[in-house]
């Protein structure tokens, strides 16, 4: 079955970038190949065209920047409270991460390939051998990548 016809036409489409809809994208095999997030160099995030820019591209306009953002910020509020209270204190509001990435994927106001690169990045930060310090690493490594998402998407497709 084709990627269309599995996810209806127009989803996931590029609009910008070089890079094609079907999950095939090597940012998205980056993470996933991942043993764990934080093994991903800073480097490989933010350099131009490394994760960060190409997922911004491959998600082009049919990411609308207050999805993006949305996203972002409640990600975001979690980590503060990481950091004050450590992770037992934030274990439940990052499993509720997921249903609000579902909620949006199902009223189509995300596209495929941003649900699976955040599925994927959240499955890292809580790999099964993880400690509580590595999911620590991992979560922290998870808001740059989420960080330099929402710059590169703000270069290249902001209003």
Known sequence: MSYNNLYGKGQGQNRGGS???????????????????????????????????????????????????????????????????????VSADFAMLRPILAYAKGRRLIPDDFYLFISSCMAKVLAPDNDMEMTKKNYIRFIQIL?????????????
Do not use: C, M, P
């Open 147 to 159: 960080e330099s998402v929402v710059a590169y998407h703000k270069y290249h497709y902001g209003e």
């Open 19 to 89: 890079y094609a809809g079907g999950g095939s994208q090597e940012f998205i095999k980056k993470i996933q190949e991942a043993r764990n997030l934080s093994g991903i160099t800073v480097e490989e995030v933010a350099r131009e065209d490394g994760i960060a820019e190409s997922a911004a591209k491959a998600f082009g306009k049919n990411l609308k920047t207050t999805q993006l953002r949305k996203f972002f910020d409640q990600a975001k509020s979690i980590e503060a409270g990481l950091k004050e209270d450590g992770w037992e204190s």
